[in-house]
């Protein structure tokens, strides 16, 4: 993805403290702060905006902070950008099409999909998965097969073909498509997965065994609703002069 960097007058944040994990806060910036993108994640053509991940820093480029920006584009061409600055070294944001998700760190690179665990602690490959691996790449040897978390991606020079579900090989029902069932924890059980939770952080209650958790995931700690975040922008877009502060609170909490 094509990084860029943008020097901004007017831009407002979106904070999260250590304290309060369950609202999104937005403040103007000062004038001294520089905004790096380094990658674009998803675009929004009705409210004509896109959503960007970045690094935030002072003028000099002593330090920087990462985030996520929604960039709106006006109708006479110049842009709106609201961003924030996660600072809270225990949390990370995701950010999905439709929200933005506050995880713990601790959980690793990918907080949903296919876990096994083994007293009680989360193992780094499935049952099975190697196997699995070994023979996609040798019907197909253009592709580099990779897993994360179940989610067994197809890379051709570096770039994700497809992807085919661990629950592929391993459930009974070859139909079922695990990324719609509703949230919570789901144990397999002779291919068959059997929910036994409606929430998907009591994944640490458990001691043996292979476990589904549907998105967000586990770890999860609060779930902001990119939809709102539009329409705000939308109306701020709109005003004269930009309030010192927005907040949003959580859409749901886990």
Not at 128 to 138: K, M, P, V
Not at 204 to 229: E, H, R, W
Request: hydrophobic letters at 35%; glycine letters at 8%.
């Amino acid at each position: 993805m094509k990084q860029i960097f943008i020097l901004l007058s007017v831009i407002l944040i979106i904070g999260c403290t250590k304290q309060d994990k369950k609202t999104i806060t937005f403040k103007l910036l000062p004038k001294d702060k520089s905004l790096y993108i380094t990658d674009t994640l998803f675009s929004y053509p009705q409210s004509n905006c896109i959503l960007v991940r970045i690094e935030v820093g002072g003028i000099f480029f002593d330090s920087f902070t990462p985030g996520l920006a929604f960039i709106k584009r006006q109708n006479n061409g110049s842009d709106i950008i609201y961003y924030n600055e996660m600072k809270d070294a225990d949390i990370s944001e995701i950010a999905y099409e439709k929200h933005i998700v506050y995880v713990y760190n601790y959980q690793g690179y990918s907080n949903w999909g296919w876990f096994y665990l083994q007293n009680g602690s989360i193992t780094d490959t499935l049952p099975g998965i190697s196997a699995i691996n070994d023979s996609l790449s040798e019907i197909d040897k253009r592709y580099d097969i990779q897993d994360n978390s179940g989610s067994i991606g197809f890379y051709e020079n570096q770039k994700l073909v497809k992807t085919i579900d661990y629950g592929t090989f391993v459930l009974k029902n070859k139909s079922l498509d695990v990324s719609r069932l509703s949230y919570g924890i789901y144990s397999l059980q002779k291919g068959c997965l059997n929910k036994i939770s409606d929430n998907g952080n009591d994944l640490a209650k458990q001691i043996n065994g292979v476990y589904y958790v549907p998105y967000p995931g586990y770890g999860a700690i609060s779930l902001f609703s990119i939809g709102d975040i539009l329409l705000k922008i939308d109306s701020v877009s709109k005003s004269k002069s930009y309030p010192q502060y927005l907040r949003f609170t959580s859409a749901r909490d886990f």
